[in-house]
């Protein structure tokens, strides 16, 4: 298949099986993507940690297979492992925004994926139901740490926009609920 130069051609490979990426995501989990993002990255400016959004493979298994994910957010800190378009260390923190496509392989063989291969936490972000789901490595499972789902009205008695998610190996960086969905309507 032959792509216009403007055109973006995103797949993973898990196990041996392509899985196509396209259509793009909708225009929510891209604005949710951008906002974690560059908190992150702001929070990384004097470090020699660096944040990836949907634009580096995840190698998880370099020495055996040629399988790879793409992570939606992903921070790394070992940049011996940076090859091309490629990752093959272990990540300390990835992001995955659901999308209708993809919601039941982040949840399960993504998740699996990244808890093996020792990812120390693990966000799955839901753009529709504006929600939060925190997992952290613990004696190599994941747990799931903290749940959210962002309640923005400062009427109701849940409002929970101003809580603050640190992230566990860089508390100096904090992310506000209401942060992270900002400007997704």
Known sequence: MALAADEHWKDEK??????????????????????????????LKDSLCLVFMENLDFKYHPDTSDDYVCPDIMVICDRKHLKGGSYSGV???????????????DRREKKDIYEKAGVEEYWIVSPQGKSVEIYYLEEGKYVLEQSYILEDDPEDEHYNAEVII?????????????DIFEKVD
């Open 14 to 43: 898990i196990d041996g099986v392509i899985y196509d990426m396209s259509p793009a995501p909708g225009y929510r989990h891209g604005i949710i993507d951008s906002n974690i993002h560059r908190i992150i990255s702001n929070g």
């Open 91 to 105: 990540p300390k923190f990835i992001v995955e925004t659901l999308s209708p496509s993809t919601a039941k392989r």
């Open 166 to 178: 640190i992230l566990r190996s860089f508390p100096h960086i904090k992310l506000a609920l209401k």
